[in-house]
């Protein structure tokens, strides 16, 4: 398997553009997960989906942040407009259900808001 | 509610010395705990895993962690630290029964001197 597949890997933008994350799970796995990286706050989880659902979005830091799952297989993290404190490494992980629930992680995102 | 403390934010040892992590968790129900290591520009990789089996649990590239519920600790070890060791550490405590959130401590900076 590949792995968990994120693009872009970097991303550059001014404030107020709109950004679209993209991630595609390992297949077969029914949990995917977004975080997100900062010097000042670590790992934050800012989503999680079961099944395509949202389950826990209670770490989506304000409305301009929405996630969506259309189908098994890929998942986007949208920031729109963005704004400069958005900058961070955002990851997305997947996992399967049973058992002791390991996520794996993709590569990550780099997003800087000039 | 779950949390996890790293103590350290940065950890200097000699290639070939004991290389020790430390981390404590605060949860109200028995525990999953996971260690995972990122290494520069890369994503988090899993080293090992706490599920409620044995208390000394081993993981990959010599690395070690045992569960102390008296003392809610979960430090990693390894005998001998390599050059290759250098990497962020994270601890992770995952929520109870049907929840799958991971809670991870704000990290611990390896480095490994020659």
């Known amino acids: 398997d590949a792995g968990v597949i994120q693009s872009p890997r970097h991303e550059v933008t001014e404030m107020g553009q709109e950004v679209t994350l993209r991630c595609k799970p390992i297949?077969?796995?029914?949990?995917l997960f977004w975080y997100r990286q900062t010097m000042m706050r670590g790992l934050e989880l800012l989503i999680y989906?079961?099944?395509?659902?949202?389950?826990?979005d209670s770490g989506m830091p304000e409305d301009r942040f929405s996630a969506k799952m259309p189908n098994a297989s890929f998942s986007t993290l949208k920031i729109q407009p963005s704004e400069p404190r958005d900058s961070a490494v955002y990851f997305c992980?997947?996992?399967f259900g049973q058992g002791d629930n390991e996520q794996f992680f993709g590569p990550g995102t780099r997003l800087t808001v000039l | 509610a779950q949390s996890v403390t790293q103590l350290g934010s940065h950890v200097s040892v000699s290639e070939g010395a004991l290389v020790l992590l430390r981390c404590n968790y605060s949860?109200?129900?028995?525990?999953?705990l996971f260690w995972y290591v990122q290494y520069p520009n890369q994503g988090l990789q899993l080293l090992l895993k706490?599920?409620?089996?044995?208390?000394l649990v081993k993981g990959i590239n010599g690395f070690e962690a045992e569960f102390k519920k008296s003392e809610t600790s979960f430090h990693l070890t390894k005998p001998s630290a390599h050059m290759s060791d250098a990497a962020e550490y994270f601890c992770?405590?995952?929520?109870?029964?049907?929840?799958?959130?991971?809670?991870f401590g704000k990290g611990t900076l390896l480095t490994v001197n020659p």
């Open positions: 992980a997947s996992s």
């Open positions: 297949s077969g796995h029914d949990y």
């Open positions: 989906f079961n099944n395509n659902v949202p389950i826990d």
């Open positions: 949860s109200s129900v028995p525990p999953y």
């Open positions: 706490y599920t409620s089996a044995a208390t």
């Open positions: 992770a405590v995952r929520h109870g029964g049907s929840n799958y959130k991971l809670t």
